[in-house]
C-alpha cells in the first residue's frame, strides 16, 4: 500500500485551470483576487485536504511560527503542566509547539537543539539537564541572535531570559512549616549541587535550620532526588539509628519514596518522622497519606515563559534580558499533620 501524495497548490491550480500564483494569492485572501475565484480556491483545497508547507513558508517569511520546547522528563507532573501553560498561551497567538525530552541528557539536549534548528523554529523554550555545565551548545544559539528562554532550570552565571520560582523561599518556607510543627531533627533530601534550583533549595533549608537554632551539617543534608536514592539513604540511616523526625524532600518523587522506604521499618508518617515534598505533582495528592508540598505553579511558568519568548520573538531586542519570578505556595496534607478534615 503506498502513502498518498499531498495536495500541492499545483494539483488546486490545474482542477480549476487557473495559474498556481492566482490560487497562493487566492489563499492568502489577496485583494486583486475575485471573491468568486477565492471561493472555488478554498473548496477545492478542502477537497484535495491542501495543507500549506509550513517549512516553506518559514524560508519566504522568514517566521516559521513554531517554537521548540525542550524539557528533561515529560512523565514529571511539573513538566507537563508547564507545557500545558506554554501550549495554551501558543495557540492564542498563533503559534505551533513542538517538544523534545532531552532525558537528563546533556548529549541529548544538544542533538534536540540541532534537530529544532533544522526546522527552523522562531525560538526556543529550555529547561536544562541536571548533567548540563557547558553552555557553549546555548551559547552558539543565542550568537546567531535566535530568541532563547529558559524556564525552572537556567544556566548559571548565563545573560538569557528565564522564567523561575523563587526556589529559596519555598524551600524556606517548607523547612520552617516543619520547625513550627515543634520537629527538631530535621533532614534534607537534597537535589545535585550543580544545578541552581538543588543550591536554592539547599541553602533555604539550611538557613532557616539556623535561624531557628536546629543543627544543620553534613549529617543533616544529603544527595538525594530519586527513588533508588531514597530507599537506599533510609536504609543506611535506620542502620546508623539516624532517624530524623522531619524530612524535606527535593522533590515529590523522592517524599513519596521516603514514605515507602519508612513504611518498611514499621516508621509512621506522619506520627513518628513528618515528609515533605516539591512540586506538587498529581501524586502528592492521591496517595496515602497525601502529600505536603510546594505547588511550582508549573501552567503559570509556561505561560510567563511563552510570554518572554514571544515579545524577544517580536522585538528582536538582544542587549538586555528579564526574568520573571512566578509564586508558589506551600500545600500542608497529612504527611506533615495527620488527617485532614
Known amino acids: ?7 500541492t497548490i499545483k494539483d488546486i491550480a490545474k482542477r480549476l485551470g487557473l495559474s498556481a500564483s492566482t490560487v497562493s494569492r487566492a489563499l492568502k485572501d489577496h485583494p486583486d483576487i475575485s471573491l468568486e475565484t477565492k471561493d472555488a480556491v478554498k473548496k ?13 513558508l518559514g524560508l519566504h517569511n522568514q517566521k516559521s511560527n513554531i517554537i521548540g520546547v525542550i524539557i528533561p522528563q515529560i512523565i514529571h507532573y511539573f513538566f507537563s503542566a508547564v507545557i500545558s501553560g506554554i501550549e495554551r498561551e501558543a495557540r492564542k497567538k498563533g503559534y505551533n509547539v513542538i517538544i523534545c525530552q532531552s532525558d537528563e541528557s546533556m548529549e541529548r539536549e544538544i542533538e534536540n537543539i540541532k534537530a ?23 551559547q552558539k544559539l543565542m550568537s546567531r541572535n535566535v530568541p532563547v528562554v529558559f524556564f525552572d532550570r537556567p544556566p548559571e552565571g548565563f545573560a538569557c531570559d528565564r522564567c523561575i ?19 527538631k531533627k530535621i533532614f534534607h533530601f537534597a537535589g545535585p549541587d550543580n544545578v541552581r534550583i538543588g543550591k536554592d533549595r539547599r541553602r533555604g533549608f539550611v538557613d532557616c535550620m539556623k535561624r531557628n537554632g536546629i543543627k544543620v551539617d553534613e ?11 531514597a530507599k537506599d539513604l533510609i536504609d543506611n540511616l535506620i542502620k546508623d539509628k539516624n532517624i530524623p523526625d522531619g524530612i524535606f524532600c527535593c522533590n515529590d518523587t523522592t517524599a513519596v519514596a521516603t514514605i515507602n522506604a519508612l513504611a518498611k521499618y514499621n516508621i509512621k508518617v506522619p506520627d513518628q518522622v513528618a515528609v515533605e515534598g516539591f512540586s506538587n505533582d498529581l501524586i502528592s495528592q492521591l496517595y496515602t497519606p497525601s502529600l505536603t508540598t510546594i505547588d511550582q505553579n508549573g501552567g503559570l511558568v509556561g505561560e510567563k515563559a511563552f510570554g518572554l519568548l514571544l515579545k524577544r520573538i517580536e522585538s528582536q531586542d538582544f542587549t538586555s534580558y528579564q526574568t ?4 508558589t505556595k506551600l500545600i500542608v496534607r497529612e504527611s506533615t499533620i495527620g488527617d485532614i478534615e
Open 1 to 7: 500500500m503506498t502513502n498518498k501524495r499531498q495536495a
Open 44 to 56: 477545492t483545497a478542502e477537497e484535495l485536504d491542501y495543507q500549506p508547507n509550513a517549512l516553506a
Open 116 to 138: 529544532l534548528v533544522s526546522l527552523r523554529v522562531d525560538g526556543f523554550l529550555i529547561c536544562i539537564t541536571k548533567e548540563t555545565k557547558d553552555y557553549a551548545h546555548f
Open 165 to 183: 520560582i523563587d526556589d529559596y523561599a519555598a524551600a524556606y518556607q517548607a523547612a520552617e512549616h516543619l520547625v513550627k510543627l515543634g520537629k
Open 219 to 229: 549529617n543533616t543534608v544529603f544527595k538525594c532526588d530519586s527513588k533508588e536514592e
Open 324 to 327: 520573571v519570578i512566578v509564586p
